[in-house]
Each structure stands twice: as structure tokens, then as C-alpha cells.
């Protein structure tokens, strides 16, 4: 059984003692076999971050997720089931996604208590040994790619950039649709990765040449590079592709490149 509690500094629900009962009824019918996820169901107050003080619906995961309605209740709680029901949706959404392995969840070892977060940032998916850093408070550095886009031909065209950052606690909207068209209000506070954008200056190439993870990371940390690679538009007086040579440095978070002759 998921337990129910009040957060009512007005006294609102003390007036509808039936209500409150119909709801804990109703949340545990429609969410009764998460009950082993599930911390207890909150109904009354709910301050998300520093915004107003909303009066709704929300659960306190076991795994440290808050999964919450935005959509308030009435003083007179005559929408409570839409709420609730609201509610159940997003969170069965979400279970699902654990499910299917699109969430990882573990022990965040700098607070020591278990967290929930996205296993994939954009089309990038963490392998393990990424998790085990993330979790451990880490920073990480990998290359993917952005989501493909529309370009000014209508072709779908992406492309490569360098991502350095770490896990923090970030708050997530639900407003997909269901498959009737059932506008799913609901949001959720979890962790998942925070992208640096001081590093995003620092691209994935140098003329033809790609850097690796190795060779960013030890950019990041301060080393100088030295670079061979050769020139995607300018020629030698053979007409082969001009070697380049170079420095690599980054620095006030930019490339600098001291080329060398």
C-alpha cells in the first residue's frame, strides 16, 4: 500500500476528508504494482524550486526522483482525479524508461544515495565505464553527434562537437501525447548529464585531423599538443594536400594553435 500524506499549511484538505481517502485509493489502484519504487504519495504543497507554492499531486521516488503534476488542484479538489490521473500517467511513462534501459539508476557516490538518470544525451549512450564516472561525481569527455536537423536543402545534416561534463539534478517536463492524444502534464526532478558549454569552443578536428577522447582530455588538463595533419583546401607546389604543423594548446577556453613552420 502507498502511503499518503498531507502538506496543506491552509488547511484545505481537513475539509474533504473523503477526498483525500479517494485519492490514496485511486493512486494505489492505478500504480499498485510500482509500489516497491514508490516512497509515498504527497498530496497538498509543492514548492518547485523558487516558484510559487502549487497545490497538487506528486510522489517521492525510492530511487531520490520526484515525479509531480503541474497541473494544481482546485481548492475544493474537484479535479483530483484528472490530476491524479495525470500524475499515474507520466509516472508509468517513466517506469517504462527504466525499463527499457533509456534510464540508468545506481549509488551517486558524493551524497551516497541512490539517483536515476538518462543514459542518453542526445544520440550519445554512456557506456558502462562512463556511468561508473558519472556516478562517482566525475566529469567525462566524449564526441558524438547533434540530433539530425533540416538544412537550408532539406536534407537531414548533423555533425560532430566535443561534450565535457557531468551528472546534476535537473528537472524534466512531460509534454508528450499519448496515443489519445492525452496531453500527459507532468514533470520530473532527476539527475542527468550538464553539458560545460565553457568548452564549447573546442572542436573535435584540426584540419583533417580528429582528435580522440585521450588527446581532448589531456588538452583540457592543460598539455600542449603537437599536431601533424594536412590541409583540407590548401596545396603544396606538387599539388599534394599542405602539411600542417602545430601547437595545440587550450587555453581561457579556446584553441590556441601556434603553427609551426
Same mark, same amino acid.
Given at each position: 500500500?502507498?502511503?499518503?500524506?498531507?502538506?496543506?499549511?491552509?488547511?484545505?484538505?481537513?475539509?474533504?476528508?473523503?477526498?483525500?481517502?479517494?485519492?490514496?485509493?485511486?493512486?494505489?489502484?492505478?500504480?499498485?504494482?510500482?509500489?516497491?519504487?514508490?516512497?509515498?504519495?504527497?498530496?497538498?504543497?509543492?514548492?518547485?524550486?523558487?516558484?510559487?507554492?502549487?497545490?497538487?499531486?506528486?510522489?517521492?521516488?525510492?530511487?531520490?526522483?520526484?515525479?509531480?503534476?503541474?497541473?494544481?488542484?482546485?481548492?475544493?479538489?474537484?479535479?483530483?482525479?484528472?490530476?491524479?490521473?495525470?500524475?499515474?500517467?507520466?509516472?508509468?511513462?517513466?517506469?517504462?524508461?527504466?525499463?527499457?534501459?533509456?534510464?540508468?539508476?545506481?549509488?551517486?557516490?558524493?551524497?551516497?544515495?541512490?539517483?536515476?538518470?538518462?543514459?542518453?544525451? $542526445?544520440?550519445? #549512450? %554512456?557506456?558502462?565505464? @562512463?556511468?561508473?564516472? +558519472?556516478?562517482? &561525481?566525475? /566529469?567525462?569527455?566524449?564526441? =558524438?553527434?547533434?540530433?539530425?536537423?533540416?538544412?537550408?536543402?532539406?536534407?537531414?545534416?548533423?555533425?560532430?562537437?566535443?561534450?565535457?561534463?557531468?551528472?546534476?539534478?535537473?528537472?524534466?517536463?512531460?509534454?508528450?501525447?499519448?496515443?489519445?492524444?492525452?496531453?500527459?502534464?507532468?514533470?520530473?526532478?532527476?539527475?542527468?548529464?550538464?553539458?560545460?558549454?565553457?568548452?564549447?569552443?573546442?572542436?573535435?578536428?584540426? $584540419?583533417?585531423? #580528429? %582528435?580522440?577522447?585521450? @588527446?581532448?582530455?589531456? +588538452?583540457?588538463? &592543460?598539455? /600542449?599538443?603537437?599536431?601533424? =595533419?594536412?590541409?583540407?583546401?590548401?596545396?603544396?607546389?606538387?599539388?599534394?594536400?599542405?602539411?600542417?604543423?602545430?601547437?595545440?594548446?587550450?587555453?581561457?577556453?579556446?584553441?590556441?594553435?601556434?603553427?609551426?613552420?
Amino acid at each position: 500500500m502507498i502511503e499518503l500524506k498531507q502538506r496543506d499549511s491552509q488547511k484545505r484538505l481537513e475539509r474533504y476528508p473523503e477526498i483525500t481517502n479517494e485519492i490514496k485509493n485511486f493512486i494505489n489502484s492505478q500504480l499498485n504494482e510500482f509500489e516497491d519504487q514508490i516512497n509515498y504519495c504527497v498530496v497538498g504543497e509543492f514548492e518547485e524550486g523558487n516558484s510559487p507554492i502549487d497545490f497538487t499531486i506528486n510522489l517521492y521516488l525510492k530511487n531520490g526522483q520526484l515525479c509531480y503534476c503541474k497541473q494544481p488542484l482546485e481548492d475544493d479538489l474537484s479535479n483530483w482525479r484528472e490530476v491524479a490521473l495525470q500524475l499515474c500517467l507520466g509516472y508509468r511513462s517513466a517506469a517504462e524508461n527504466v525499463r527499457e534501459k533509456q534510464l540508468e539508476e545506481g549509488l551517486y557516490v558524493p551524497l551516497k544515495r541512490r539517483i536515476i538518470f538518462d543514459r542518453l544525451y $542526445g544520440t550519445y #549512450r %554512456f557506456n558502462d565505464d @562512463e556511468v561508473e564516472k +558519472l556516478l562517482n &561525481g566525475d /566529469t567525462i569527455v566524449f564526441i =558524438t553527434d547533434t540530433l539530425p536537423r533540416e538544412d537550408e536543402g532539406g536534407d537531414s545534416s548533423s555533425y560532430k562537437y566535443v561534450a565535457v561534463g557531468k551528472l546534476e539534478q535537473c528537472d524534466y517536463e512531460g509534454d508528450d501525447k499519448d496515443e489519445n492524444q492525452f496531453v500527459v502534464l507532468v514533470g520530473f526532478r532527476r539527475w542527468g548529464f550538464k553539458r560545460d558549454m565553457r568548452y564549447n569552443r573546442l572542436k573535435p578536428y584540426l $584540419g583533417n585531423h #580528429r %582528435f580522440t577522447v585521450e @588527446e581532448i582530455t589531456r +588538452l583540457i588538463k &592543460g598539455e /600542449t599538443l603537437y599536431i601533424e =595533419t594536412t590541409s583540407k583546401t590548401k596545396v603544396n607546389s606538387k599539388g599534394l594536400p599542405l602539411v600542417i604543423k602545430a601547437n595545440v594548446k587550450f587555453e581561457n577556453f579556446d584553441l590556441k594553435i601556434d603553427w609551426v613552420k
